[in-house]
């Protein structure tokens, strides 16, 4: 049987506590799914980017980092973090903008490893930099929200993930509503299906591209609020949120919204119970591993109908 | 001189200062062989990234399994110390091999940008996963035995293996690309379907260039964990977001898909990698990771490659008329 | 008469797009066999279900007798069936002798042949077929440097280096300027006669198709509309409405 470095328990045993006790599976399945939820809102970003500009942005996470960061540091002076959400959205608008405008339009039309490999210096640079100025110790922005009880205690809802969840839901709708819309929403989705025509209908492609990226960071600002009052913020939590953005999107598709949805909520809940399974200490392994697997299995999928993907 | 006398003369010097050089510069031992550890890198990548066009960010993966095999054969095995390393070097080198053989069936039928990031995942899974399991120490990962001899030999030791291995990585690397294996790797990279629609073994190339990375990277691995002395499985053997970019970047620094760039790139990257670390102690890394940026955005044809495109004759690319003996056909 | 391929019954549909319906045709060994037809009659559709670009809905096809419907695409191009692209693809970034030494043919191959030396017989031939096609001065430049057409020149003469049984020619022609057709013309008459290659043409210029083609097949919105001599195909009514439209 296998050691997971828990003390005694292998992972035989938690297999075998899941089933002698369902109430777990329950609770692994509603935090995992309210977690979930933030996910699918970063991956909505990254789709957003992806689909409009052809730009997979390895620096997701770093955004999601650094709006947790503004509602931390709101909350330390004083401000209840949930003022954290909105303001972190302007910060990282701003920002996301300003790096379009001084890095990001370079990459636009080079192929995609380009814009790869500049994003993940983007997110290096980040990372680093977010370890300097605010140190490496691992932060949380106190909502100051009691928990829930469910099932006569049994089960347990922190109310302020309950919070969270709904709030991502919100703001996933606002995005959606925007889009759908506003003007600069239709710019960006006629941009999506076809920039040339976008152009030559007067659409300044440069603009919206700008607006992509920037509401992009802005969700994931916000996102990263969350997450800050839901659970923790370190300077590295970044490339584990791209992975799950990316995940989220290569199994949802570019176009599907309730796809991306349920995704997240279903990447949330395997994490959770993949953590409690194996260990604690094997949750990220098994992140990036999940990666791995859904891209060997989907490419498995596409050659037996003779497409690649490509 | 004709080109081959020159180019001897080339390999005579080089060769000639690396084996001084731990004399005329002791303290810069570890420094100098980590140089050679650069270029090893920077080549590997180089087989995969610049000459087919499978630009991997888990390379990694192969440098780490080859440390931890080699220091758990020289953990467990009763035998001597050069014994014990030689065999360790020996193994991890082949179950790097093995893991490529494994990952490259399924991994190398991925394209372009899902490529990159599956390897991305890979290489930081491998991490994760060595960070949990006992067996090879799990967080507090595991130490290599102390090497036997006067202090100082043990960076005098390793700085020589490790410039053999770097020696013995170039020209295998010149053999294989001056052959069929270096036109179907093109190929591959130029157009892997017209590769494929012209009857190539792309998968036979594909996988067999992965190995031999491998191959090389997991006896790199093995060294670096005796010269480092302690083996951290995330910062140390599977250290994505330093070693494993770092190949990337210095490839493409040089100029991705020539031989002598990948070393170039590896000779900048190094020296200006030192230079950070002393003159800019705590923000060396921010300063790296701007440097990624500032390469990839505006200079992503790296030394070799602007210099190709600026004096095409100088690398053979001209036209030429027919020689008279064949006008007269 | 030997017939090297033989295409039956095939049907390929895309989503709700039926590309080929029930197209049946029979290429003899060692002659030039045309393929026209209007935009969008699935003649390209055709040609990557016969190479095995994709798997077909319906229907055989079998390449010196052998079923090949089942067979990935570098498989059936080792057997020596071989393709030209519409869009032309050669290797950009090598150069055109690079381009042509790696397209020898890859039939025999161990897998130690992953390491053989460049062999100067094959530079030879590779030289040769590069005068061939009239490229012998530009063989050291980059294939991506080239010309449009004379990637196309390229592209042909790679295909010959591989010792084909078999070429199917996706418009051979176009982007070629038109004082040189007539040279590019007599190199297909000549591959086929002299080195014995079968050819299948996809051709959308009229003139060059009946001169060379010695049968001719014609699809229109998918089905196989019309066959036969290109005397009896250029005076055909329905081809000829074909190609103008119902107006």
Redesign the interface.
């Known amino acids: 049987m296998k ?3 828990r003390g005694d328990f292998s992972t035989m045993d938690s297999i075998q506590l899941l089933f002698q006790a369902p109430v777990l599976s329950v609770q692994l399945l509603l935090d995992g799914m309210l977690i979930g939820a933030i996910f699918a809102l970063a991956a909505y970003g990254m789709a957003l980017v992806w689909g409009v500009m052809n730009v ?1 942005n390895i620096a997701q996470g770093e955004f999601v980092m650094l709006g947790g960061y503004v509602a931390f540091f709101l909350y330390a002076a004083g401000i209840h973090p949930f003022f954290g959400i909105p303001l972190a959205a302007v910060v990282l608008f701003l920002f996301g903008w300003s790096l379009y405008k001084t ?1 990001i339009f ?2 636009v039309d ?1 192929d ?3 814009s ?3 994003t ?3 997110s ?6 977010a ?2 100025l605010f140190g490496a110790d691992v932060r949380t922005a106190e909502s100051g929200f009691g928990t829930l009880m469910l099932f006569d205690g049994q089960v347990t809802v922190a109310e302020i993930k309950l919070v969270a969840f709904i709030a991502a839901l919100v703001l996933g709708g606002l995005l959606l509503l925007f889009l759908k819309q506003s003007r600069l929403g239709q710019a960006i989705r006629a941009t999506a299906q076809n920039a040339r025509a976008a152009r030559i209908m007067g659409i300044d492609t440069d603009r919206v591209y700008a607006a992509t990226f920037g509401l992009n960071a802005a969700i994931c600002g916000a996102a990263g609020a969350l997450v800050s009052m839901t659970w923790i913020i370190h300077p590295y939590l970044g ?1 584990p949120y791209t ?1 799950r953005s ?1 995940m989220i999107v ?1 199994v949802a598709g570019l176009g599907n919204v309730a796809a991306v949805l349920a995704a997240g909520l279903g990447l949330g809940a395997a994490e959770n119970f993949a953590g409690f399974i194996f ?1 604690a ?2 949750q ?2 098994f992140v ?2 999940l ?2 697997v859904i ?2 299995w989907r ?2 999928w596409l ?1 037996r ?6 | 001189m004709t080109a081959t006398v020159k180019r001897l003369l080339l390999y005579t010097v080089i060769v000639a200062v690396a084996l001084a050089a731990p004399s005329i510069a002791p303290d810069y031992r570890t420094q100098m062989a980590f140089l050679w550890v650069m270029i090893v890198f920077a080549l590997t990548w180089d087989i995969l990234g610049g000459q087919m066009g499978y630009n991997s960010f888990g390379n990694i993966l192969f440098f780490g399994v080859g440390m931890y095999v080699c220091a758990v054969i020289q953990r467990d095995s009763s035998l001597g110390y050069y014994p014990a390393l030689f065999l360790g070097m020996g193994a991890g080198a082949l179950a790097a091999v093995i893991f490529a053989a494994i990952f490259g069936s399924g991994i190398l039928g991925l394209r372009g940008h899902y490529f990159a990031i599956c390897t991305l995942g890979l290489g930081i899974a491998a991490g994760e996963f060595a960070s949990g399991w006992d067996y090879i120490g799990a967080g507090s990962g595991m130490v290599t035995p102390i090497f036997p001899g006067e202090p100082g030999g043990r960076e005098k030791f390793f700085y020589y293996v490790m410039f053999a291995l770097a020696i013995i990585t170039f020209p295998v690397l010149r053999w294989l690309y001056s052959g069929r294996f270096g036109l179907a790797l093109n190929a591959i990279r130029d157009d892997e379907d017209k590769a494929e629609a012209m009857g190539i073994h792309t998968t036979r190339y594909k996988t067999t260039a992965w190995c031999i990375s491998a191959f090389f990277l997991g006896l790199t691995g093995a060294v670096v964990g005796n010269m480092i002395g302690f083996i951290d499985p995330r910062d140390v053997a599977f250290a994505g977001p330093t070693f494993g970019v770092w190949m990337v970047l210095m490839a493409i620094l040089g100029g991705k898909g020539t031989l002598w760039g990948p070393v170039l790139g590896a000779v900048v990257f190094h020296i200006t990698q030192e230079v950070f670390w002393t003159y800019l102690l705590g923000w060396q890394r921010v300063a790296l990771g701007l440097l990624i940026v500032l390469i990839v955005v505006f200079f992503p044809l790296g030394i070799l490659g602007w210099a190709r495109e600026r004096w095409p004759e100088r690398f053979g690319h001209v036209v030429e008329e027919k020689l008279d003996a064949r006008a007269t056909e | 008469m030997k017939l090297i391929l033989e295409v039956s019954g095939v049907r390929k549909t895309f989503g709700g797009v039926v590309a080929n319906n029930d197209i049946s045709l029979k290429v003899p060994e060692g002659k030039i066999i045309g393929l026209i037809g209007p935009n969008g009659s699935g003649k390209t559709t055709l040609f990557n279900s016969i190479v095995g670009y994709h798997p077909i809905d319906a229907g055989a096809i079998r390449f010196e007798g052998e079923e090949i419907s089942k067979l990935r695409v570098p498989q059936i191009a080792r057997r020596g069936m071989l393709r030209t692209f519409q869009q032309t693809r050669i290797y950009g970034k090598m150069t055109c002798v690079q381009n042509m030494l790696i397209s020898v043919p890859q039939r025999e191959e161990k897998w130690y042949s992953m390491f053989s030396r460049l062999d100067a017989d094959d530079t030879e031939k590779a030289e040769n077929l590069l005068e061939f096609v009239g490229l012998y001065s530009k063989r050291r430049l980059r294939a991506g440097d080239l010309s449009f057409g004379q990637q196309k020149l390229l592209e042909f003469a790679m295909a010959l280096m591989t010792k084909p049984k078999m070429l199917l020619l996706d418009e051979p022609t176009a982007g070629i300027n038109p004082t040189l057709i007539n040279g590019l013309m007599n190199r297909l008459k000549r591959v086929n006669t002299e080195f014995g290659i079968t050819l299948f043409v996809i051709e959308h210029n009229m003139r060059v198709i009946m001169n060379l083609a010695e049968y001719i097949y014609c699809l229109a919105h998918g089905e196989l509309l019309a066959e036969g001599r290109p005397e009896q195909i250029q005076n055909d009514p329905r081809v000829i409405d074909a190609y103008l439209g119902a107006h």
Not at chain 1, 124 to 129: A, E, S
Not at chain 1, 305 to 310: D, N, S
Request: proline share 0%.
């Open positions: 050691k997971t470095g997979i890095i370079r990459v080079k995609l490893f380009i790869i490999l500049a993940f210096g983007l290096i640079l980040l990372q680093q930099l370890n300097e490339l992975i990316f290569i260990g200490e094997y990220a392994a990036f591993g990666l791995v891209l060997m490419r498995f050659s109908q003779r497409r690649y993907l490509k």
